[in-house]
Nanobody
């Protein structure tokens, strides 16, 4: 199994940037895919971005061109670089890793407000 810890969340003005990190420990060599989800108050959790072991990435339409997902195997850490942030990006962001099942982090709050 794997343990995931997110960091890097915070408050930022519209148009600003943040980089979220997801540090993985445990059976990291078995990670096949990594993903970032978010959940805004009163809304369902939604998939933001995914990256597979071959480096293929996919994004929710609302973040294409603004967010970039990556995973550094040497550091066992995943990242979500978020640029041009909008108020509607405000949510708790969760990272998830797929081994034999999906494992989740505890989440980090991102607030975009003027």
């Amino acid at each position: 199994q794997v343990h995931l810890v997110e960091s890097g969340g915070g408050s930022v003005q519209p148009g600003g940037s943040l980089r979220l990190s997801c540090a993985a420990s445990g059976s990291t060599f078995n990670i096949r895919d990594m993903a970032w989800y978010r959940q805004a108050p009163g809304k369902q959790r939604e998939l933001v971005a995914t990256i597979s072991s071959d480096g293929t990435s996919n994004y929710h339409n609302s973040v294409k061109g603004r967010f970039t997902i990556s995973f550094t195997h040497a550091k066992n850490t995943g990242y979500l670089r978020m640029n041009s942030l909008k108020p509607e990006d405000t949510a708790v962001y969760y990272c998830a890793a797929n081994l034999d099942m999906w494992y989740w982090g505890q989440g980090t709050q991102v607030t975009v407000s003027s």
